[in-house]
């Protein structure tokens, strides 16, 4: 789906079972190449800093291929400093995002990556993970309008009241021995769902912290 909820295109998935891997022998083979939350701000507040553009890509087929027995050494190329153009790559699963200082470089890059895989390019970067992505002259602006409206839908929040304050940051929390009980499930389900929300929405960290403890 894009950010608007609607279907682009069908995917069927093939799903491993990694549960039938075995202690001590291969049980620390899963690999994936899942760059961190805090890494892709980071990567789009650079890109905003040097004003150039963001594509994505997506892999077409996405498949496990076998470990390499070889230990792998990865470096910068000679003379990257020297250089004036940039490339910067993120790697999620199966989806890449990419910008660089040199518009002929990114489109060098996704030729040489669309050549040598079954790659699909998406265009610029719009919706990732989540995360809606509007780039503009005067900046980039990260929201997760869709997520939200559908966090609120889910949970049943629709007709909530919205507060600057989330909350007190002197607050103690007690046990209220009198109260209803709680839904552990749903509860979890809830604040692990806000958490994810804290990418954009930094203002409500300390409050979703606190639920996160109980």
């Known amino acids: 789906m894009n950010e608007k909820g609607s279907v682009v295109r069908n995917k069927a ?18 690999f994936a190449p899942v ?11 650079y890109v905003a800093h040097k004003n150039f553009t963001v594509y994505q890509m997506d892999v077409k087929s ?4 076998e470990l390499l027995e070889e230990q792998v050494y990865v470096e910068q190329p ?10 910067l790559i993120q790697i999620y699963m199966d989806d890449i995002i990419f910008g660089s200082t ?12 669309q050549w040598k895989f ?3 390019m998406m265009g610029e970067l719009i919706f990732f993970i989540g995360l809606q992505v509007k780039q503009m002259k005067d900046g980039t602006f990260i929201s997760q309008n869709k997520y939200t409206r559908d966090l609120m839908k889910k949970f ?3 007709e909530k009241s919205l507060v600057k304050i989330p909350m007190n940051t002197s607050v103690k929390m007690d046990m209220d021995a009198e109260g209803k009980a709680v839904d ?26 606190v639920c996160a403890r109980f």
Request: hydrophobic share 40%; proline share 2%; glycine share 6%.
């Open 156 to 158: 049943g929040m629709e």
């Open 78 to 87: 000679p003379g990257f400093e020297r250089k004036k153009s940039l490339l």
């Open 184 to 209: 552990q499930t749903r509860y979890r389900a809830l604040t692990g769902s806000l958490l994810y929300l804290t990418v954009s929405r930094p203002d409500i960290t300390f409050a979703i912290g």
């Open 35 to 45: 760059a961190r939350l805090e890494a892709i701000r980071m990567f789009l507040a």
């Open 102 to 113: 040199n518009k002929e470089m990114c489109e060098k890059f996704s030729n040489l990556v």
């Open 62 to 65: 996405a498949f496990l291929n």
């Open 118 to 120: 079954e790659m699909s």
């Open 13 to 30: 998935r093939l799903i491993a079972k990694g549960y039938c891997q075995e202690d001590d022998r291969d049980f620390d083979e899963t």
